[in-house]
């Protein structure tokens, strides 16, 4: 684990550490994507069994109100977790697996697109489609991005 990822593991309550925080801010930490919390319980639960979903919606709850993690929001989706202060970015929802994946960061300048006086604080774009996998087992025969 990291130093950073290390300092993270410290709990509020005296900067006591336990194992499961560690398999938690570990999973998050590894993670290319953002997590549900069903899905940070069954990682972390690969590295430290007996881990209860109360201890991982403490420790999501704590990691926001900390500012390492951040909450992704998705229509009619459960919270999603990744970590805090990445690149400003968008994501990719596929409608076959449920998994949301991270997309490149966002070069995209939105402020002139606005209505005169109003002002752009913050934009999100949310792609669905089809990830790399599912789209590769529902049409076997024609690769994503390729022209036949």
Known sequence: MSRGAQSLTATRAGGRRTRQRRAIVEVITEAQRPLTSNEVLELAS??????????????????VEEGWLSTVELPSQPDRFERAGKEHHHHFHCRVCGLVFELEPCELRVGGSAPAGFLVEEHEILLFGRCAACAQKRNPAKRVGSSS
């Open 46 to 63: 690969q590295r430290c069994p007996g881990i209860g979903i109360a201890t991982v919606y403490r420790a999501l709850r704590s990691g």
